[in-house]
């Protein structure tokens, strides 16, 4: 079985760009979630998607971040415009359901803002 | 409100036991969670408690106490490959995920 897989795993942008990070979830996992770790820190979520609807995005930052699971499948978070805060690691992970034992997390994609 | 406290930093040698500890507070739990994450990787589940008691896994064990909102992870005969950062995460009722700022373990020879 595959596991999440993100691109791109490493992103180097200047401020006020925008960029995109790009998630595909474990086949058959209805829940997606986006996470933003700092160094040092443990993952922080931003969004958690329930099949194509996002159930929770209370700590998303939405003058500036957007994010979409049109088809229940993949997801996109996008950042316009990158401030020098936003680098971070973005992580992706999935679960086959919101009441799963666990979730499965992505490689990531580290973005350096400069 | 919800926090989770757990130690920076744990130093062990090679073959020893080492407990990391967590405690917890939050609105509606639903499980307690342990990953384990190397340098530049992703977090991979480790463990899994909800109900009180100790969860045994080969080298790794994991306890949870509700009524005093802490966890531990135990982990056995150490191995250089331990050497990573342990987060705690505990699971809302809401299903959303709370995670500790991790342990990191150096495990030395």
């Not at chain 2, 073959?15 to 340098?39: D, E, K, M, P, R």
């Amino acid at each position: 079985e595959a596991g999440v897989v993100q691109s791109p795993r490493y992103k180097i942008i200047e401020k006020k760009q925008p960029v995109a990070f790009w998630c595909n979830p474990i086949s058959g996992h209805n829940t997606l979630y986006w996470y933003r770790q700092n160094l040092g820190q443990g993952p922080e979520l931003l969004i958690r998607y329930e099949n194509e609807e996002a159930v929770d995005d209370s700590q998303l930052p939405k003058d500036r971040f957007s994010a979409e699971r049109l088809k229940g499948v993949d997801s996109t978070l996008k950042i316009q415009p990158a401030e020098l805060g936003d680098s971070a690691v973005y992580l992706c992970a999935s679960s086959r359901s919101r009441e799963a034992d666990t979730q499965y997390f992505g490689p990531g994609t580290r973005l350096t803002v400069l | 409100g919800q926090n989770i406290d757990q130690p920076t930093e744990m130093t062990a040698t090679e073959g020893a036991i080492v407990q990391i500890n967590c405690t917890y507070q939050t609105s509606g739990f639903n499980g307690l969670f342990w990953y384990q994450q190397h340098a530049g990787e992703a977090p991979t589940f480790l463990s899994y408690n909800v109900l009180d008691g100790l969860e045994e896994k080969g080298r790794f064990s994991s306890f949870l106490s509700r009524s005093k909102g802490y966890s531990y992870l135990l982990l056995k005969e150490l191995q250089m490959k331990d050497s990573a950062s342990y987060l705690c995460a505990v699971k809302q009722r809401t299903y959303k995920y709370i995670f500790g700022t991790g342990t990191r373990l150096k495990v030395l020879a």
